[in-house]
């Protein structure tokens, strides 16, 4: 009987969150009111034929289907992903204590014990700026480094280049996903989306195979600064969708983080509001760990995530005599310096390489950030 009603509890939920949508408010009240009546373990016509909910959302209950329902747990037994409650012990505090938690987590691969971690959310537009892609990328890079887990939300744009940033790092990465693990949506972005998954862990409030939409976007950003002590943002213009995450945080009484940017640029007219009305200016990693090494002492380690490479820095003549880089650059990057022949160059002079624009960018960023080129002002860049 204990194992049925466990069952229970869960498909409840699971019913609940999908009936009533992402995010659902009313779906939370029914949650507490089931909860504090001792029901949730109750089969759902059980609860509907009691009388602590109102007509209205009893009628909502039973337009429940209990195959689509079962659908999700098959779906997610036969693709290793988790099914995860705001009952079970290890949901972290920090997503039960927001304002609207949400009642399942749908999680491929292993979510880090978060509450005692030190999380941060970086966060950026799709259509982001040559400036913002390297800044995401550095700064998550760095902050990787440290011991940071880095949590974004899996897009094209400003959040690819932060989640690669700390996998180059070595370091743990989430993507929580404005739509289920499993839907096709940016099929561009798979191979990143399955090594995070591989690497940390891929979070949705969705079921698996459900797309997403321009609603589910905004519902699913309160979970990534829930998740996390506070959130960087890379760059925003006045309607841009990062600044949804940004009133998530502080809402929910997190850090907002943010990189200034020009006055008269309107892309960052966004982010130089938010720090008119009070975010902490970002100027670099080193803003972000004195705010969160004295919480997480052991930790945030400012040496590894400062340190250089002294044994790459012996050999960088033989190195770059030979063109043989360090192991831990994309094929991209590798292809990119050994085919460069002059001292200065653009990225126009790499067109024959058919390297599609946003890796070609990432190859240079990635470049760059270990010191091999350097990004002069006109879009020129100079091999070191």
């Known amino acids: 009987m204990k194992n049925l009603s466990i069952k229970n509890s869960l498909f409840n939920l699971v019913a609940l969150q999908t009936v009533y949508g992402a995010g659902s408010i009313r779906a939370y009240k029914i949650f507490k009111i089931l909860n504090d009546n001792n029901l949730l373990n109750q089969n759902l016509e059980n609860i509907i034929n009691s009388n602590v909910l109102d007509i209205k959302e009893r009628e909502k209950l039973k ?19 988790r099914i995860m409650s705001i009952l079970d012990l290890d949901f972290p505090d920090r997503l039960r204590n927001i304002q609207t938690p949400p009642l399942i987590l749908y999680i491929k ?18 259509k982001i700026s040559e400036f913002g892609k390297k800044a995401g990328y550095s700064l998550s890079n760095r902050l990787a480094k440290s011991g940071m887990i880095i949590v974004s939300g899996g897009a094209v744009g400003g959040d690819t280049y932060v989640h690669i940033g700390a996998l180059k790092a070595n370091g743990r990465t989430i993507a929580v996903l404005g739509c289920g693990i499993l839907c096709d949506y940016l099929s561009k972005n ?16 969705y079921p698996p195979y459900e ?6 976007f905004p519902i699913r950003n309160r979970l990534m600064s829930g998740l996390s002590l506070g959130v960087a943002v890379l760059e925003a213009g006045e309607k841009s969708g990062t600044l949804s995450t940004a009133k998530h945080a502080n809402d929910q009484g997190r850090d907002v983080f943010v990189i200034p940017g020009n006055p008269t640029d309107i892309n960052y007219k966004g ?21 969160y090494i004295p919480q997480f002492p052991e930790k945030i380690d400012l040496e590894k995530a400062f340190k250089k490479d002294d044994s790459k820095n012996k050999k960088e003549k033989t190195i770059k005599k030979e063109k043989n880089l360090s192991k831990g650059l994309s094929k991209e990057a590798r292809i990119v310096y050994n085919y460069l022949d002059k001292q200065n160059f653009t990225a126009d002079d790499l ?24 990004a002069n002002f006109g879009g020129t860049y100079k091999v070191l």
């Open 271 to 291: 982010s130089n509001n938010l720090l008119r009305d009070g975010a902490k200016p970002l100027l670099d990693a080193s803003d972000i760990f004195y705010e």
């Open 109 to 126: 691969g292993n979510l880090p014990d978060i509450d005692n971690e030190p999380v941060f959310c970086i966060v950026g537009p799709r």
């Open 351 to 374: 067109l024959e390489l058919n390297i599609p624009d946003e890796k070609l960018i990432s190859a240079l960023t990635e470049l760059e950030f270990e010191h091999y080129i350097k």
């Open 211 to 216: 797309k997403g939409s321009k609603y589910s």
């Open 190 to 205: 798979k191979k990143l989306r399955d090594t995070i998954a591989n690497n940390c862990c891929l979070i949705s409030e």
């Open 63 to 81: 337009s429940v289907k209990h195959s689509a329902v079962n659908k999700i747990f098959t779906d997610c037994e036969k693709n290793g992903i």
